[in-house]
Protein backbone atom coordinates (compact mmCIF):
# COMPACT_ATOMS: atom_id res chain seq x y z
CA UNK A 1 0.00 0.00 0.00
CA UNK A 2 1.73 3.17 -1.26
CA UNK A 3 0.70 6.17 1.35
CA UNK A 4 0.53 10.17 0.14
CA UNK A 5 -0.44 12.60 1.82
CA UNK A 6 -4.18 12.53 0.80
CA UNK A 7 -4.43 9.08 2.77
CA UNK A 8 -3.24 9.90 6.04
CA UNK A 9 -4.06 11.81 8.68
CA UNK A 10 -1.03 13.94 10.80
CA UNK A 11 -1.97 11.28 13.54
CA UNK A 12 -1.44 8.65 11.27
CA UNK A 13 2.27 10.88 9.99
CA UNK A 14 3.05 11.01 13.52
CA UNK A 15 2.54 7.24 14.37
CA UNK A 16 4.79 6.20 11.04
CA UNK A 17 7.53 8.56 12.78
CA UNK A 18 7.28 7.27 15.73
CA UNK A 19 7.26 3.46 14.69
CA UNK A 20 10.31 4.03 11.84
CA UNK A 21 12.43 5.77 14.90
CA UNK A 22 11.95 3.01 17.05
CA UNK A 23 13.27 1.16 14.10
CA UNK A 24 16.03 3.45 13.63
CA UNK A 25 17.13 3.34 17.36
CA UNK A 26 16.46 -0.14 17.75
CA UNK A 27 18.55 -0.92 13.79
CA UNK A 28 16.03 -3.00 13.03
CA UNK A 29 16.45 -2.78 8.95
CA UNK A 30 13.80 -5.41 8.19
CA UNK A 31 11.04 -2.94 10.35
CA UNK A 32 12.72 -0.01 9.14
CA UNK A 33 12.30 -0.60 5.62
CA UNK A 34 8.63 -2.55 6.14
CA UNK A 35 7.57 1.11 7.41
CA UNK A 36 9.47 3.03 4.65
CA UNK A 37 8.07 1.27 1.53
CA UNK A 38 4.35 2.50 3.12
CA UNK A 39 5.74 5.98 0.87
CA UNK A 40 8.70 5.35 -0.50
CA UNK A 41 8.10 1.63 -2.44
CA UNK A 42 11.78 1.89 -4.64
CA UNK A 43 14.26 2.65 -2.80
CA UNK A 44 16.73 3.09 -5.70
CA UNK A 45 14.67 5.89 -6.47
CA UNK A 46 14.27 9.20 -4.49
CA UNK A 47 11.17 9.38 -1.96
CA UNK A 48 8.70 12.15 -3.35
CA UNK A 49 7.73 13.69 -0.12
CA UNK A 50 6.58 17.19 -1.64
CA UNK A 51 3.07 16.58 -0.93
CA UNK A 52 3.11 16.31 3.09
CA UNK A 53 3.86 19.23 4.86
CA UNK A 54 6.83 20.35 5.34
CA UNK A 55 8.00 19.35 9.42
CA UNK A 56 6.59 15.77 8.26
CA UNK A 57 9.09 15.97 5.00
CA UNK A 58 11.79 17.05 6.99
CA UNK A 59 11.20 14.07 9.16
CA UNK A 60 10.20 11.36 6.51
CA UNK A 61 13.73 12.59 4.58
CA UNK A 62 15.97 12.55 7.77
CA UNK A 63 14.43 8.99 7.98
CA UNK A 64 15.13 7.62 4.77
CA UNK A 65 18.73 8.78 5.09
CA UNK A 66 19.80 7.38 7.84
CA UNK A 67 17.75 3.71 6.63
CA UNK A 68 20.02 4.41 3.42
CA UNK A 69 22.84 4.50 5.42
CA UNK A 70 22.24 1.38 7.93
CA UNK A 71 21.50 -0.41 5.18
CA UNK A 72 24.73 1.00 3.17
CA UNK A 73 26.67 0.02 6.06
CA UNK A 74 25.55 -3.18 6.83
CA UNK A 75 25.51 -4.48 3.19
CA UNK A 76 29.24 -2.54 2.28
CA UNK A 77 27.43 -0.02 -0.34
CA UNK A 78 29.19 3.67 -0.76
CA UNK A 79 26.63 4.26 -2.69
CA UNK A 80 23.60 3.95 -0.65
CA UNK A 81 25.82 6.31 1.95
CA UNK A 82 26.59 8.82 -0.54
CA UNK A 83 22.46 9.12 -1.21
CA UNK A 84 21.86 9.34 2.28
CA UNK A 85 23.75 11.74 3.10
CA UNK A 86 22.23 13.99 -0.25
CA UNK A 87 18.54 13.39 1.48
CA UNK A 88 19.72 13.99 4.65
CA UNK A 89 20.73 17.16 4.02
CA UNK A 90 17.48 18.23 2.22
CA UNK A 91 16.10 17.04 5.51
CA UNK A 92 18.47 19.56 7.46
CA UNK A 93 17.72 22.33 4.66
CA UNK A 94 14.12 22.21 5.77
CA UNK A 95 14.24 21.79 9.25
CA UNK A 96 16.54 25.09 9.18
CA UNK A 97 13.59 27.28 6.81
CA UNK A 98 11.15 25.51 9.59
CA UNK A 99 13.50 26.75 12.35
CA UNK A 100 13.48 23.37 13.84
CA UNK A 101 16.91 23.73 15.91
CA UNK A 102 16.75 20.43 17.80
CA UNK A 103 15.81 18.60 14.31
CA UNK A 104 18.53 20.55 12.64
CA UNK A 105 20.72 19.17 15.08
CA UNK A 106 19.83 16.00 15.15
CA UNK A 107 20.23 15.26 11.62
CA UNK A 108 23.71 16.85 11.40
CA UNK A 109 24.65 14.67 13.95
CA UNK A 110 23.38 11.48 11.53
CA UNK A 111 25.53 8.98 10.56
CA UNK A 112 25.23 9.61 7.32
CA UNK A 113 26.33 13.60 7.91
CA UNK A 114 28.84 12.42 10.18
CA UNK A 115 30.56 10.15 7.53
CA UNK A 116 31.02 13.07 5.29
CA UNK A 117 32.61 15.12 7.54
CA UNK A 118 34.90 12.39 8.49
CA UNK A 119 35.73 11.90 4.99
CA UNK A 120 36.38 15.70 4.06
CA UNK A 121 38.39 16.39 7.46
CA UNK A 122 40.20 12.28 8.28
CA UNK A 123 41.56 13.93 11.99
CA UNK A 124 37.90 14.32 13.37
CA UNK A 125 36.57 11.37 15.60
Not at 59 to 69: D, P, T
Amino acid sequence: MKITSSTLTSADVIRLIEYARDAELCRNLDLFRQLLSAFWENIEEEPNLKAFAPPFRAELLRLCGVFLNQLGRARGLADYQIRAKDILTQALEIFEIEDSRDKAAETKSSPGKLLLVRRRYPRIR
